[in-house]
Structure formats: C-alpha cells, structure tokens
C-alpha cells in the first residue's frame, strides 16, 4: 500500500468551481500534514498546513480526519491561476521531518 | 523574502561522470534536505542532514550518493558515478529545525540528464 495515496486525476473545471481533493495516509503514526503545490517542473511550495480541527485560507479548506487517515483540500470559486498539481504530504515525529509526498493531483482550471 | 538557491538550474553529464550539486539553504535554518522527483513520478526524501552528519536517508541514497556542507552556507550532493536513472529534478529544502510541524522550503531544483 502506498504511504500517500491521492486521487488520480487530473482534474478539469470551469473557472469558478469547487473542486476536493482526497487523500489518505497509510502510517497511523503520522504527525503533520501539508498540502504543497506544484507548478510544471518547478519546486514544491507550501500551500497550507492541515490541523485536526480544520482550517481555512481564503478559498481554501483543508481537513483531517486521524481516525480514517484522510485529508482533504477544498478549493472554491477557482481561478485560472489555480491550475497546478496538489501534492499531500505527511511527516512521522520521529524521522527528523522528511516529507512523505502523494503522487500528486492535477488541476486545470479552464474559462 | 529569504529563498533556498540551487545551482545550476541544468546539468547535463554523460553516464558514469562524477556531478556535484549545489544549494544555498535559507540562513538561520538549521536542517537540510535532499530530494528527487524522476519525471512524471512523485516527490521521493533522499536524504537529511543536521549538525554536519546525516540524520536519515532513504534507500535511494546508496554508496553513489554523498552529502557534504563545505563552508557556512553552501550545502552539497554528489553523485560519483551517474547512470541514466539518475536523470531526475534534485530539489533541496531547509527548514528551521527538524521538528515534524515545521516547514521545509525548496529551492527551484537542478535539472540533471544523464544521457
């Protein structure tokens, strides 16, 4: 089993839609959880942490849920500059923070 | 805004050629870290390294691969003899200290092409 597994995309919506993305983790011991983004063939950069009671950056919602070991990132009223790949990432507390990374999800946003 | 520099953006070597590559992490971070991302494929953890020692590295990272900090700020990895599957963007990130909720920023990434 995969240590993250993402949906598999890719995905394409019209400008202005709500998109989710899913994810599961397959480590119970994982601690931290991140959403990066990915432009094509630049550097992963972070997008939002993910806490267990939720939370929210303007258009964007993430949530955990520890007992069935899934994230989610929601996206609303999406812009055409919100086409990228979504990346879930997880860390364990005791590997000294390496980033356990998803294949990744794809999002086109069309107008 | 303090960035992770990764040089250069492209190298190009011939199969069983010795490649450095270099990364200046952000100043005040303490932990480093290097990863590959193999074309279409996933983001994959190389390696860590804190207090000049290596703190993991995963099973990529085979006797080929090797780490180094030289100086104060320049923060390498080498590759002694390259094959064609070490074709691959090579990512370095930093972060302030090795904690699991702390986050690790990237620099842009060298591309390397292992013809």
């Known amino acids: 089993r995969k240590e993250v597994e993402q949906d598999p995309g890719p995905f394409n919506v019209p400008e202005g839609a709500t998109v989710a993305f899913n994810c599961t983790y397959s480590n119970s011991a994982s601690q931290s959880f991140f959403w990066y983004r990915q432009d094509c063939r630049k550097e992963p950069k972070l997008l939002m942490s993910?806490?267990?009671s939720g939370n929210e950056d303007g258009r964007f919602t993430a949530q955990l849920n520890r007992a069935s070991q899934y994230i989610s990132l929601l996206i609303r009223d999406s812009k055409l500059s919100d086409s990228a790949t979504y990346l879930c990432?997880?860390?364990?507390?005791?590997?000294?923070?390496?980033?356990?990374f998803g294949q990744g999800t794809e999002l086109s946003v069309k107008p | 805004e303090p960035e992770v520099t990764q040089t250069p953006s492209h190298q190009v070597t011939q199969m069983g050629q010795e490649v450095i590559l270099r990364c200046v992490p952000i100043?005040?971070?303490?932990?480093f870290y290097w990863y590959r991302q193999i074309l279409g494929q996933k983001v994959e953890f190389l390696v860590s390294f804190y207090n000049n020692e290596i703190s993991e590295k995963s099973e990529i990272f085979d006797d080929q691969f090797s780490v180094e900090r030289p100086d104060g700020s320049n923060f390498t990895l080498k590759i002694r003899s390259t094959k064609l599957e070490d074709s691959a963007m090579y990512f370095c990130a930093s972060s302030e200290d090795g904690a699991a909720k702390n986050i690790q920023y990237f620099g842009a990434g060298t591309r390397l092409s292992v013809l």
């Open positions: 993910v806490y267990s």
């Open positions: 100043s005040n971070h303490l932990y």
């Open positions: 990432v997880v860390t364990l507390n005791n590997q000294g923070g390496k980033l356990i």
